[in-house]
């Protein structure tokens, strides 16, 4: 009998906001959206629902959890399902748009998994209701560290960015279309 092979995991930086609190100190509501960013050595994904159930906070908390990714031109989409949560769904990102102070790009070596922490915050009240984090597998890994390390050394500009987020979404008329063109699709851990 073989031994299971474990992969390193980067060091992240703990997540200071908590469940139960507010996810920004500078807003009491956002819009029902997404948002992909990768700081403090790990990828997040913030999902903004207005009142999320019970059974949807569960779920979020412990449902098995897909990813993808789609790049066309400067946009680059995160691909995500939670089994009984949420159907596939997409959020496009750029690394420039996010402030050159707080950019940050992934740094994991081959082999290594990164880590996806989701928070889920009620869009009505900005309050955090679910925290959780997964592993990405290796090969998604590598796939996001190179566009976001790609995206980093192109030139940017936003309504190239703005187009090309468009001009996906005009293509595809809904994620699961997208998905079936996405590079990657894979389980995430945990």
Request: charged share 25%; aromatic share 8%; glycine share 6%.
């Amino acid at each position: 009998m073989s031994r299971i092979h474990t992969f390193a995991r980067p060091d992240a930086l703990p997540d200071t906001r908590h469940v139960g609190e507010r996810f920004s100190p500078e807003h009491e509501r956002y819009d029902e959206g997404a948002r992909f960013i990768y700081r403090h050595g790990a990828h997040e994904l913030t999902l903004f629902w207005n009142a999320p159930t019970e059974a949807e906070i569960a779920g979020f908390r412990g449902q098995p959890m897909e990813v993808g990714l789609y790049v066309q031109g400067p946009a680059a989409f995160l691909l995500y399902k939670i089994e009984n949560v949420c159907e596939w769904s997409d959020v496009a990102f750029n690394v420039h748009l996010v402030p050159e102070a707080e950019r940050e790009l992934p740094v994991e070596a081959p082999g290594d998994r990164a880590r996806l922490r989701l928070t889920l915050v009620d869009a009505e009240n900005g309050i955090i209701r679910a925290k959780r984090l997964v592993s990405l597998d290796k090969v998604m890994t590598q796939a996001l560290r190179h566009v976001m390390t790609g995206q980093a050394e192109a030139p940017f500009d936003r309504a190239e960015y703005e187009a090309s987020v468009q001009a996906a979404h005009a293509r595809f008329p809904d994620s699961d279309a997208m998905l079936r063109a996405a590079e990657f699709q894979e389980a995430a851990l945990g």
